[in-house]
């Protein structure tokens, strides 16, 4: 006699989220690509270049009238993309908390971040400010993306799966980052062979990034769900809602504390993942090959660091395992002062150093802080975090920037990141992870 397997209502929910929890890695591997193959590898070199091509005789071009150095342009174009962010992300999040439709929002930015990112391939000749306004948009489009990516964990996840499922998404990103970028060194090393000179290269590179994320985006549109609103009422517009959730926060000092702590060392690992290839290019005359096997090294050993540090966590916890990664990310910058010029091997260990602790760093800290949020104020709370991911991360490139119109070194400017990173490890330091954990009210794992 056959038997019926009956499906509970607990195991339709559970299948429901593995589902929703597939869909939820695929918009990690559709936008991630942009920021490797255009903001990390092809766009600061190209824009650079493109930039020095319009500058007058004393290497300076002027947009709207403002004089600055071609060199700084794109370390420029990137604060004012996260000013951008930090204006339109709490107009957006309110959106999504009052109406519970996430997905038309994140479709939104998704698409208009994919159009900008696939627009580059115009960028040509000396058109760097169309190349700035592009980055600006699409840089602005990804932060909201993000923000309304993040805001899913909580409702795709249990407390206990978190850590394992925010960690897939990393995993994913990295993957599809390393896959692309395999096809972008193949078509820039050979442009020859394919009739193509080195810029068509390079725009079509930059334009592959924009047609990935729009077409990977479709996967999680697919199978994430909308949920009802869990605010009953009207929650109060942008900026404002945004200063209320900080009232709100100001109860919880503890996670607020946590919160400037990674405001701090994140601005770091933002600037460096945005300057690295600037660096590279630039001070150290390092070839574009070059670069992309750096950048896909980095792609590569950030998965296995990730996967790495996330054992050394479930041994130490989170909190030392972020702390040892901000001493390795503080020894590697300074150690990248003193890299010889047209020497791609020590680049490469530069590269290895950066890639074994810029997942896990990440990954844990989404972690973490999911325990520091109350319950029941889940979106919320990842809306202030997503701010505190990209509302600073205006600062390091404007100090990278600044750095490198005052003194004219590309060496100055990357170890000027030193600062970020040793704040952020003394105010981490401080925060009593565990009675903060507590005092928002969430059961204390045993390692944290």
């Given at each position: 006699?056959?038997?019926?397997?009956?499906?509970?209502?607990?195991?339709?929910?559970?299948?429901?989220?593995?589902?929703?929890?597939?869909?939820?890695?695929?918009?990690?591997?559709?936008?991630?690509?942009?920021?490797?193959?255009?903001?990390?590898?092809?766009?600061?070199?190209?824009?650079?270049?493109?930039?020095?091509?319009?500058?007058?005789?004393?290497?300076?071009?002027?947009?709207?009238?403002?004089?600055?150095?071609?060199?700084?342009?794109?370390?420029?174009?990137?604060?004012?993309?996260?000013?951008?962010?930090?204006?339109?992300?709490?107009?957006?999040?309110?959106?999504?908390?009052?109406?519970?439709?996430?997905?038309?929002?994140?479709?939104?930015?998704?698409?208009?971040?994919?159009?900008?990112?696939?627009?580059?391939?115009?960028?040509?000749?000396?058109?760097?400010?169309?190349?700035?306004?592009?980055?600006?948009?699409?840089?602005?489009?990804?932060?909201?993306?993000?923000?309304?990516?993040?805001?899913?964990?909580?409702?795709?996840?249990?407390?206990?799966?978190?850590?394992?499922?925010?960690?897939?998404?990393?995993?994913?990103?990295?993957?599809?980052?390393?896959?692309?970028?395999?096809?972008?060194?193949?078509?820039?090393?050979?442009?020859?062979?394919?009739?193509?000179?080195?810029?068509?290269?390079?725009?079509?590179?930059?334009?592959?990034?924009?047609?990935?994320?729009?077409?990977?985006?479709?996967?999680?549109?697919?199978?994430?769900?909308?949920?009802?609103?869990?605010?009953?009422?009207?929650?109060?517009?942008?900026?404002?809602?945004?200063?209320?959730?900080?009232?709100?926060?100001?109860?919880?000092?503890?996670?607020?504390?946590?919160?400037?702590?990674?405001?701090?060392?994140?601005?770091?690992?933002?600037?460096?993942?945005?300057?690295?290839?600037?660096?590279?290019?630039?001070?150290?005359?390092?070839?574009?090959?070059?670069?992309?096997?750096?950048?896909?090294?980095?792609?590569?050993?950030?998965?296995?660091?990730?996967?790495?540090?996330?054992r050394l966590a479930r041994a130490y916890g989170a909190q030392r395992t972020i702390l040892g990664s901000l001493v390795a990310w503080t020894v590697t910058l300074a150690a990248g002062y003193f890299l010889p010029a047209r020497a791609p091997v020590w680049f490469f260990v530069l590269a290895g150093g950066i890639g074994l602790v810029l997942g896990g760093s990440q990954a844990l800290s989404r972690s973490l802080f999911s325990h520091l949020v109350p319950p029941g104020k889940e979106a919320e709370y990842f809306s202030a975090y997503e701010m505190s991911d990209r509302g600073m991360s205006w600062l390091g490139p404007l100090l990278f920037g600044i750095t490198y119109q005052l003194t004219g070194s590309y060496r100055s400017a990357i170890v000027s990141l030193v600062a970020f990173f040793v704040i952020g490890f003394a105010l981490l330091a401080r925060v009593p992870v565990r009675r903060a954990i507590g005092?928002?009210?969430?059961?204390?794992?045993?390692?944290?």
């Amino acid at each position: 006699m056959d038997t019926e397997t009956v499906r509970t209502p607990a195991a339709d929910e559970t299948a429901g989220l593995r589902r929703e929890q597939r869909g939820w890695y695929f918009y990690d591997w559709a936008c991630s690509v942009y920021s490797t193959t255009v903001l990390t590898v092809f766009l600061g070199p190209y824009l650079t270049s493109v930039a020095e091509h319009a500058a007058d005789a004393d290497g300076y071009v002027h947009p709207l009238g403002v004089p600055v150095r071609a060199g700084s342009f794109f370390a420029y174009s990137v604060s004012l993309s996260v000013v951008l962010a930090v204006v339109v992300m709490p107009l957006v999040g309110s959106a999504a908390d009052r109406t519970g439709r996430k997905k038309p929002l994140l479709a939104a930015a998704a698409y208009t971040g994919a159009a900008a990112t696939t627009g580059l391939f115009f960028l040509d000749g000396d058109r760097y400010l169309l190349g700035g306004v592009l980055l600006i948009v699409a840089n602005a489009a990804q932060s909201v993306g993000m923000m309304l990516y993040n805001s899913y964990l909580p409702q795709i996840a249990p407390p206990e799966e978190r850590d394992a499922v925010s960690s897939r998404g990393w995993a994913f990103g990295y993957a599809a980052g390393s896959t692309v970028l395999v096809a972008n060194l193949v078509l820039y090393s050979a442009h020859d062979s394919f009739g193509l000179s080195e810029t068509a290269a390079v725009r079509i590179c930059l334009a592959s990034a924009g047609l990935w994320w729009g077409a990977f985006t479709l996967v999680p549109l697919r199978r994430l769900r909308d949920r009802h609103a869990r605010v009953a009422g009207a929650t109060a517009p942008g900026l404002r809602q945004l200063a209320a959730t900080v009232r709100d926060m100001r109860r919880h000092p503890l996670t607020l504390a946590f919160l400037l702590a990674y405001l701090i060392y994140n601005d770091g690992i933002q600037t460096v993942i945005s300057q690295a290839s600037v660096y590279g290019s630039e001070e150290l005359r390092l070839g574009q090959s070059t670069l992309i096997v750096a950048v896909l090294l980095v792609q590569v050993l950030a998965v296995a660091g990730a996967l790495a540090m996330g054992r050394l966590a479930r041994a130490y916890g989170a909190q030392r395992t972020i702390l040892g990664s901000l001493v390795a990310w503080t020894v590697t910058l300074a150690a990248g002062y003193f890299l010889p010029a047209r020497a791609p091997v020590w680049f490469f260990v530069l590269a290895g150093g950066i890639g074994l602790v810029l997942g896990g760093s990440q990954a844990l800290s989404r972690s973490l802080f999911s325990h520091l949020v109350p319950p029941g104020k889940e979106a919320e709370y990842f809306s202030a975090y997503e701010m505190s991911d990209r509302g600073m991360s205006w600062l390091g490139p404007l100090l990278f920037g600044i750095t490198y119109q005052l003194t004219g070194s590309y060496r100055s400017a990357i170890v000027s990141l030193v600062a970020f990173f040793v704040i952020g490890f003394a105010l981490l330091a401080r925060v009593p992870v565990r009675r903060a954990i507590g005092e928002a009210g969430n059961p204390v794992p045993e390692k944290i």
